[in-house]
């Protein structure tokens, strides 16, 4: 099993920037991938970006930047230049494959909400 822990929500106003990290813990040998997926209330879960565990590969939308840090067990979202439509809650996600579907991935964080003002 693999627990994520997310931080580094909050409020920011049009045109700045936040980072949200993840720290995983827990069987993390077995990770494939980590992704960041948002979801507004009553709305389906959205990808965001997804990256290896191990190796180089990544995949994410826009102004968005996703990184790790392997030795800190951790996964971090750069949300640049943000709108407030990008206010959402976000989750943290782990899995055996590096996919775009919630369906790929089997654990997740407890989510972090992002609240763009105008």
């Known amino acids: 099993q693999v627990q994520l822990v997310e931080s580094g929500g909050g409020l920011v106003q049009t045109g700045g920037s936040l980072r949200l990290s993840c720290v995983a813990s827990?069987?993390?040998?077995?990770?494939?991938?980590m992704a960041w997926f948002r979801q507004a209330l009553g709305k389906e879960r959205e990808f965001v970006g997804a990256i290896r565990w191990s190796g180089y590969a990544d995949s994410v939308k826009g102004r968005f930047t996703i990184s790790r840090d392997n030795a800190k067990n951790t996964v971090y979202l750069q949300m640049n230049n943000q709108k407030p439509e990008e206010t959402d809650v976000y989750y943290c996600a782990s899995g055996l494959s590096m996919g775009d579907s919630p369906q790929d991935y089997n654990s997740w964080g407890q989510g972090t909400q992002v609240t763009v003002s105008t």
């Open positions: 827990g069987r993390t040998f077995g990770i494939y991938a």
